[in-house]
């Protein structure tokens, strides 16, 4: 099997399935990291500024 | 020399396509022990409140997360290294590696991951010396019990023990920046706790470590041997206990429901020492693995408890 066939490969569809939702998680889990940075980072400068 | 490629590169051993990464969501959550998880939470956010000191709502809910994040990356890197001895147990065999839903690599690279990014995230949120103590657990968790300990001696969990022992006292030092003296009593209520709870499990696992060939106490030294440790670890905790009131963490309401639910753990011991035979010897380590459960997270509810009966009376005065 070459890396062409694996490109080429079709999903069944439980596969695309599962594809689907860890795609969904993994979007959520960076949106939720970009969150989290960015608040952590407010919450870091607010209290320095507040010193 | 491997790389990435070898990743897709089909072999003897991987007829049909297998790039990785092909679990369902369900099974990479199932790597992260959720369950043990929920404890770490739990004991870590009782830490997180009796700490002196402030905290930022926001970094106190960050440091849970981390602390959690690497309670379930060391929970990964344990499965990754036990995925031999996990196949062969009824406890354990359902896992998501010897299920075949996650490859081993995979299960490595995620525990690795998620270990440096919830020390790192923990660093920039709270502080590093929180992080190194992180860092550390992790590290003695998957390195020292899992990779060395747990199959080389019957003391394992006893001294392992000490991994599920640490996040109270990580979660403390989010708050305070430093290892106090009394964040220790935190540590060793679960310390004490851990052996009388495991080898509880053990015992009417025993087949099953026999079949894996992991020496837990009850299959080197034989049941009643084990049903002694229990009976003697059980009262060696009860003094434990008491160790918040003596340090000034919690007081009376703790104090009062630490009494009872110890006193109702030694009672599970004794039955598990005194009846050894029969139905009633059959029952009383389950009994006691099910009340140890409940004990460990009643007696950190009951310091919740304590602290907000103080606060309520410092209102209300």
């Known amino acids: 099997m070459s890396v062409q066939d694996i490109e080429t490969y079709e999903p069944t569809?439980?596969?695309?399935?599962?594809?689907?939702?860890?795609?969904?998680?993994i979007a959520l889990i960076l949106l939720g990291l970009m969150a989290l940075v960015f608040v952590t980072t407010i919450v870091r400068l607010g209290g320095m500024t507040g010193n | 020399m491997s790389d990435a490629s070898d990743m897709i590169r089909p072999t003897a051993s991987t007829?049909?396509?297998?790039?990785?990464?092909?679990?369902?969501?369900?099974?990479?959550w199932a790597l992260l022990k959720p369950r043990v998880m929920s404890l770490v939470i739990f004991t870590a956010f009782c830490g997180l409140v009796l700490a002196p000191g402030h905290i930022h709502p926001w970094t106190a809910f960050v440091s849970l997360l981390c602390i959690a994040v690497g309670?379930?990356?060391?929970?990964?890197?344990?499965?990754?290294?036990?995925?031999?001895?996990d196949a062969q147990m009824t406890r354990t065999s359902k896992r998501p590696i010897p299920r075949g839903a996650i490859e081993p690599g995979e299960a490595l690279y995620f525990g690795l991951v998620l270990s440096v990014g919830s020390v790192v995230m923990l660093g920039l949120a709270a502080n590093w010396m929180a992080a190194a103590f992180l860092a550390f657990t992790i590290f003695f968790y998957a390195v020292i019990y899992t990779?060395?300990?747990?199959?080389?001696?019957?003391?394992?969990?006893?001294i392992g023990g000490a991994a599920g022992a640490f996040p109270p006292m990580i979660a403390w030092t989010c708050v305070t920046g430093s290892v106090d003296l009394a964040s220790v009593s935190l540590f060793l209520i679960i310390f004490m706790w851990t052996p009388p709870h495991f080898w509880a499990l053990a015992l009417f696992k025993m087949?099953?470590?026999?079949?894996?060939?992991?020496?837990?106490?009850?299959n080197v030294v034989g049941a009643d041997a084990t049903r002694d440790q229990i009976w003697w670890y059980s009262l060696a905790m009860a003094p434990v206990a008491a160790l918040p009131v003596l340090f000034g963490?919690?007081?009376v309401v703790y104090a009062v429901a630490a009494a009872v639910l110890t006193g109702l753990f030694i009672r599970h011991a004794w039955t598990v020492y005194r009846h050894r035979e029969g139905k009633q010897g059959e029952r009383g380590p389950k009994a006691l693995f099910g009340y140890s459960i409940l004990y460990l997270f009643a007696m950190f509810g009951a310091m919740l408890a304590?602290?907000?009966?103080?606060?309520?009376?410092?209102?209300?005065a």
Do not use: C, H
């Open chain 1, 13 to 25: 569809r439980e596969e695309a399935a599962r594809r689907r939702k860890r795609s969904i998680a």
């Open chain 2, 15 to 28: 007829p049909s396509l297998s790039l990785g990464g092909q679990g369902a969501v369900e099974d990479y």
């Open chain 2, 71 to 85: 309670a379930g990356a060391s929970g990964a890197l344990n499965m990754w290294y036990d995925a031999d001895i």
């Open chain 2, 147 to 158: 990779a060395w300990l747990k199959r080389s001696t019957p003391q394992n969990i006893v």
């Open chain 2, 207 to 218: 087949g099953d470590y026999e079949t894996a060939g992991v020496p837990m106490l009850p």
């Open chain 2, 249 to 251: 963490i919690s007081s």
């Open chain 2, 306 to 316: 304590d602290r907000a009966a103080i606060a309520a009376w410092q209102a209300f």
